[in-house]
């Protein structure tokens, strides 16, 4: 399957991703819990649960759009586990207001 993922830091402020195929959901999930805790995120949510979209939303705020210009590697690595967890064809992570749209 072929995924693009776009990743929105406000208007003329997005990084584009094409991929052919994701990372496991398992190793995607995994890695977004280490990237969570190694950039010491913090949700505030109601249950005190945290979605898998809000690690995905908080990893790319707390990440930085400066993360997404200056380290390819790792910018890519964010939307492959992205597509590989949401399991759409098109997401669009709009980090301004911290919503992920398909």
Not at 57 to 62: E, N, T
Request: glycine share 8%; net charge negative; hydrophobic share 45%.
């Amino acid at each position: 399957m072929q995924y693009h993922v776009i990743v929105s830091f406000g208007r003329d402020r997005e990084y584009e991703f094409k991929l052919a195929g994701g990372a496991p959901a398992d190793e995607a999930r995994q890695w977004f819990d280490r990237e969570f805790v190694a950039l010491e995120c913090d949700v505030a949510t109601p249950t005190g649960k945290i979605l898998a979209v809000d690690r995905i939303l908080s990893v790319a705020k707390y990440g930085g759009e400066a993360r997404f210009r200056d380290q390819a590697a790792w910018a890519e690595q964010f939307a492959r586990n992205t597509a590989a967890i949401l399991g759409r064809d098109l997401i669009r992570v709009d980090v301004d207001n911290y919503s992920i749209g398909y």
